[in-house]
């Protein structure tokens, strides 16, 4: 029987449980903690002197008492070295705050390899906790999981030695242990007209995908940035919202003065119409492309190059001959080039040599449009093809092409990094002319100084095979190859076939993407610092690059590459963009959707579906974005929320105009009727017309708001276009900010008030030329004549920071002019925030037609014509107090 020990079998409680060493080992930490702490002491002590030696028989001595206080500046000096050497600072707080992760502070694989030796010796010291996966002891549900895995690796080396062996019999099957053999079957049929079904999920993933679907990058993003709720995807998909560190600046430097910023949009749907050129014109005819509004008149002459496939076509798609009353959503139209587009049609006639002909080539074309309007726009391709004479089809490729967005000064750079162009086989003059033009794009820093809508198609590698990426040589000084390449275009006569419109080239691409273990063991065979060979049967990936130009705003700003490529070859080229070294340091960002809607927001455009609440995606996005504020304001105790209904908006008005947790556009379509005319009905509307509002394109709101709308819009359009809703960008003129579901309204009718409200505008005089002056408060009595100016000073100092609750209305120290009634109400703001890129409060809102045309005729020989601007008053939901803005049509 073992001795009892001193304790009676207890043993020394320990705050922390120490290693499987001895106690002599505790003994050590112990001591080496305790020199620690007495190294850290000493440094932080400062010797000094008394001031006893600097005074002699009673008198102060100078010179002694200076040599003492030098004597301890210089004590000073060496103690604040010696305290930078006392490992005052953990290794896993020198890292920097965008790389570190919660269990740095107990794992020290979490830091940096040159910081891995000190975090051993700290935590050694600090006797830390740390945890191997090696020695971690399994759960009961990790053990179930450790035993399938055994088992199944089991089956597969039997599988693979039956493989080897070349075993057929049923003897040899049972002996080793096959249940089956592999049965090569026939490709699959391509469905057309029908929706396609997700594409297959792993085992080990298929309960986390049952209600969505997600990325071909989800892994990568799921470890660095927010997800969608398990429970609520968007569109169907998970999808990255923000990125886990703090990114709002770093998102505004990135994308507009140095680096570059990037993201999966795989979720982004894809639409193929295959027919004879006619009936895939007459789909697209049907759907709005080339609508009389169209300034780029794709049918036309200057469309050649777009139909001839080098360029693309980027505009709104409507519902089947509802033009423009019922809007899709955005969307891009890429047509296939054929080598005998040029040759043997023209405008889609057959030429005279080729009249014989009697069979018409098909033609594709490529539509790429927002999940959102997906489902919508769907329908009405599947009618449109089923009645073209002959008849066209239709193929959902939304799980077959993925795609990559990238912005920034650095894009083209990373780009060309991860992209790197396979030669084509054949060794003509004109064969490899666009991989010639991608690889001279070097130097562009902004893809809007390429010619208006231009499309690459061309073959990559594996971008694995090139991994980790180097950073890419500074191009030559010279910028005159460049010059001739951006103003001579030398792919708009490329006539080869891009491989991204053939399915059996897109599947073939994925099926000979190697396993990642053969890409490393080509990697270790390769000579040292070199990357490996290119052998025959490596994959030929084709993609589509085009930048994205925004043409809503009307200005060539920075803009964004887009690339499509095969669903499964998008994680090597994202890996290789993220991973990519920058010239100008750091690497590319990564992006969610709310760093997509700060970029539109920063650069003055509207943000699809949110910024336009006339679609069918907007609605949708607008009752999910107000459903979010009415729970986040219920769960606020009653006294730290707006009382909506008590809400004392002056005048008389109580109680917020419409829900104000939402853009009530029923509550502004209520009011009464205005016709294009500028008369007013009395009849109001009914239940059936409160969403009869939809989006109005830009260029018809100009031109109704100019008072010339352009020929081919005809009466019933204008009619219609009476009660749509414009997309504006409103620019405040004032301090302050705009916030989602702000209210918009009209500068007054009543002259008094008008005048308080044009006197706030800055460009209209000088401050003591104003109509309307604030009134003094009553520290500053009957003025400021004859005062000191110290006393001046003061009282105008105290008069700037007085307390905003003094500005309520309600007794003769407002200093706002007030609210304007309900009847002013002419739209909501779905976008407001403080823009880095203006230096103050802008806001993206819309507004009701009818209601805006009306107040430009009121507007008719004042002060807001004759300078030629828009004026409006904002006012936050659930605020007292308004705010001038300037407005114009987006």
């Known amino acids: 029987m073992a001795p009892k020990d001193a304790n009676n079998g207890q043993h020394a409680s320990k705050k922390r449980k120490g290693g499987p060493g001895s106690s002599s080992d505790n003994n050590n930490n112990n001591a080496s903690r305790m020199k620690r702490v007495k190294t850290q002491r000493d440094a932080r002590t400062l010797a000094v002197q008394t001031t006893s030696k600097a005074f002699k028989n009673g008198q102060l001595d100078v010179g002694s008492f200076v040599k003492a206080r030098e004597y301890e500046i210089r004590a000073i000096q060496e103690g604040l070295e010696r305290s930078k050497k006392a490992l005052t600072q953990r290794a896993f707080q020198q890292v920097p705050k965008e790389l570190r992760r919660r269990t740095a502070s107990h794992n020290a694989k979490r830091v940096p390899k040159r910081l891995r030796k000190q975090a051993v010796r700290e935590m050694a010291d600090d006797n830390t906790p740390t945890v191997t996966s090696r020695r971690r002891k399994p759960t009961r549900h990790m053990r179930l999981r450790m035993e399938t895995i055994k088992k199944l690796r089991e089956i597969g080396a039997r599988r693979d030695v039956a493989a080897k062996k070349g075993l057929g019999t049923g003897a040899a099957k049972q002996e080793s242990g096959v249940q089956g053999v592999a049965v090569t079957t026939r490709a699959a049929k391509v469905k057309k007209n029908?929706?396609?079904?997700?594409?297959?999920?792993?085992?080990?993933?298929?309960?986390?995908?049952?209600?969505?679907?997600?990325?071909?990058?989800?892994?990568?993003?799921?470890k660095r940035a927010h997800m969608t709720p398990p429970q609520e995807p968007l569109w169907r998909f998970s999808i990255p919202l923000t990125s886990t560190a703090k990114s709002y600046r770093p998102t505004h430097r990135a994308s507009t003065e140095k680096g570059a910023i990037a993201w999966d949009t795989s979720y982004m749907s894809c639409i193929n119409i295959e027919g004879i050129e006619e009936s895939v014109q007459g789909v697209l005819k049907a759907l709005g492309v080339g609508s009389p509004d169209d300034t780029t008149t794709p049918w036309g002459q200057k469309g050649q190059r777009w139909r001839n496939g080098t360029r693309i076509w980027q505009g709104w798609l409507h519902e089947r001959d509802s033009h423009p009353t019922k809007p899709i959503a955005p969307a891009t139209v890429i047509w296939r080039a054929e080598p005998h587009t040029q040759a043997e049609y023209t405008n889609?006639?057959?030429?005279?040599?080729?009249?014989?002909?009697?069979?018409?080539?098909?033609?594709?074309?490529?539509?790429?449009?927002?999940?959102?309007?997906?489902?919508?726009?769907?329908?009405?391709?599947?009618?449109?093809?089923?009645?073209q004479k002959p008849q066209a089809?239709?193929?959902?490729?939304?799980?077959?092409?993925?795609?990559?967005?990238?912005?920034?000064?650095?894009?083209?750079e990373a780009l060309r990094s991860a992209l790197r162009p396979v030669k084509a086989t054949n060794t003509g003059d004109d064969s490899n002319k666009t991989e010639d033009t991608w690889a001279a794009l070097g130097g562009v820093t902004n893809p809007a100084v390429l010619p208006a809508h231009v499309l690459l198609a061309f073959d990559i590698s594996d971008p694995r095979l090139h991994h980790p990426p180097r950073t890419i040589q500074a191009p030559d000084p010279d910028q005159n190859n460049l010059l001739k390449i951006l103003s001579q275009w030398p792919c708009d006569s490329s006539d080869r076939i891009p491989g991204l419109f053939d399915r059996s080239r897109r599947m073939a691409a994925s099926r000979a993407l190697s396993s990642q273990k053969a890409i490393n063991r080509r990697k270790t065979s390769a000579a040292p610092g070199y990357y490996p060979v290119p052998l025959p049967q490596?994959?030929?990936?084709?993609?589509?690059?085009?930048?994205s130009l925004d043409s809503s705003s009307g200005k060539r700003k920075q803009t964004k590459w887009t690339i499509l490529l095969p669903w499964k070859a998008v994680p090597p080229v994202w890996q290789s963009i993220m991973y990519y070294p920058l010239s100008t340091g750091g690497q590319v960002r990564l992006g969610g959707l709310q760093e997509q809607r700060q970029i539109s927001f920063e650069s003055g455009c509207p943000w699809f579906p949110a910024d336009y609440p006339g679609t069918?995606?907007?609605?949708?996005?607008?009752?999910?974005?107000?459903?979010?504020?009415?729970?986040?304001?219920?769960?606020?105790?009653?006294?730290?929320?707006?009382?909506?209904?008590?809400?004392?908006?002056?005048?008389?008005?109580?109680?917020?105009?419409?829900?104000?947790?939402?853009?009530?556009?029923t509550y502004l379509t209520r009011t009464e009727e205005r016709s294009f005319d500028g008369t007013t009905t009395a009849e109001t509307r009914d239940d059936s017309m409160k969403n009869t509002s939809f989006q109005l394109p830009s260029n018809i709101a100009r031109a109704l708001l100019t008072g010339s709308p352009s020929k081919p819009l005809t009466s019933s359009t204008l009619a219609d276009a009476d009660r749509g809703l414009m997309t504006v960008r409103l620019t405040l003129l004032t301090r302050g900010v705009a916030t989602p579901c702000a209210r918009i309204y009209s500068i007054p009718k009543e002259a008094s008030i008008r005048s308080q409200w044009l006197a706030l505008d800055p460009t209209t005089g000088s401050r003591l030329s104003r109509s309307y002056k604030r009134e003094l408060p009553p520290s500053l009595g009957g003025g400021l004549r004859g005062l000191p100016q110290s006393i001046i000073q003061q009282k105008l100092a105290a008069d700037l920071v007085c307390d905003p609750a003094s500005l309520v209305e309600g007794d003769k120290q407002q200093q706002h002019p007030p609210i304007p009634d309900k009847e002013d109400l002419i739209g909501f703001v779905t976008t407001g925030e403080f823009c880095l890129t203006e230096g103050k409060g802008t806001a993206i809102g819309s507004l009701l037609a009818s209601k805006a045309l009306s107040t430009e005729r009121a507007a008719e020989g004042t002060i807001l014509k004759s300078h030629a601007r828009r004026l409006c008053i904002v006012r936050n939901a659930g605020e007292t107090v308004g705010r001038l803005a300037e407005w114009e049509v987006v």
Request: with cysteine; glycine share 8%.
């Open 194 to 222: 029908v929706l396609s079904s997700e594409p297959p999920v792993p085992a080990k993933y298929r309960k986390r995908q049952l209600h969505k679907t997600w990325l071909p990058t989800h892994i990568y993003h799921a």
């Open 348 to 387: 889609g006639k057959p030429n005279e040599h080729n009249a014989s002909r009697s069979r018409k080539p098909r033609r594709q074309a490529l539509v790429r449009i927002h999940p959102s309007g997906f489902l919508q726009l769907w329908e009405q391709v599947t009618r449109l093809v089923k009645v």
């Open 616 to 665: 069918e995606a907007g609605k949708a996005w607008e009752a999910l974005e107000s459903a979010r504020r009415r729970k986040e304001w219920e769960r606020r105790p009653k006294g730290k929320r707006v009382e909506w209904d008590s809400l004392a908006l002056g005048s008389g008005q109580t109680g917020e105009i419409g829900d104000g947790s939402a853009c009530d556009w």
């Open 393 to 412: 089809v239709a193929e959902d490729l939304r799980f077959e092409i993925g795609s990559i967005e990238i912005t920034g000064p650095a894009s083209t």
């Open 538 to 547: 490596d994959p030929r990936i084709p993609v589509l690059v085009y930048p």
